[in-house]
């Protein structure tokens, strides 16, 4: 099984919700990411977890906040965004070494309104 | 720092004629590389990978891609396109510090194919 599932596939929240993405993976990956992707351009890093522990935030603001609550498992929990957060929200995993490739999911359309 | 450039934001070709896509990078070090493929509304696929191997590296559906260290180019290849290979081309690199090791994204290429 090399698939990394996200829920939902869509969003729409408006700027008070409070909500939440899922992401899981049953690869024994190690490591596991989000990325933010706006229309026509790149993915963006914003967490990364190592063994469940948060190792890299991209200075992301704190309206996001990841959480891992095990080794399969990946969340994002969302409060107060704005219009311009709304993007496509990617999760991926790889094994927690150097030179490996990471697995993606199909991502979350998300939009505020 | 590791980065990734990718010197074609759009690439057109007609079907059954060679691909080219063309990624330059930047490292310190001998760099890990990908190439990532987007279709429209999906996720991001793996093409092919480099990691100090073969500097020849063949992918999935024909791609392959050459690492020239001289050159410090990994360009992404094909020799004959197909329809269906219209999409988000990525050129990625992984960045390895003390924090950990994540993959940076160049700003991609548009492959566009007619027919």
């Known amino acids: 099984d090399t698939e990394v599932t996200q829920t939902p596939k869509h969003l729409v929240m408006g700027m008070t919700n409070k909500k939440s993405l899922k992401c899981e993976q049953h690869m024994g990956h190690r490591a596991m990411y989000w990325y933010k992707q706006k229309a026509k351009k790149p993915p963006e890093l914003m967490f990364v977890y190592s063994y469940e522990k948060l190792s890299i935030n991209e200075s992301v603001p704190s309206r996001f906040s990841p959480e891992c609550p095990n080794s399969s498992l990946l969340n994002l929990h969302l409060h107060a965004l704005q219009p311009e957060d709304s993007a496509l929200y990617l999760c991926a995993s790889s094994q927690a070494r150097l030179n490996t490739e990471a697995f993606f999911g199909q991502g979350t359309r998300l939009t505020v309104v | 720092a590791q980065s990734v450039t990718q010197l074609d934001s759009h690439v057109s070709v007609s079907e059954g004629t060679p691909v080219l896509l063309r990624c330059n990078y930047s490292s310190s070090y001998s760099p890990s590389l990908f190439w990532y493929v987007q279709h429209p509304n999906k996720g991001l696929q793996l093409l092919l990978k480099y990691t100090s191997a073969a500097t020849l590296v063949k992918g999935i559906n024909g791609f392959e891609a050459e690492f020239k260290k001289s050159e410090t180019s990994f360009h992404l290849t094909k020799p004959s396109a197909h329809m269906s290979d219209a999409a988000e081309y990525f050129c990625?690199?992984?960045?390895?510090?003390?924090?950990?090791?994540?993959?940076?994204f160049g700003k991609g290429t548009t492959l566009s194919v007619s027919s």
């Open positions: 990625v690199v992984i960045r390895a510090n003390q924090a950990g090791t994540a993959l940076i």
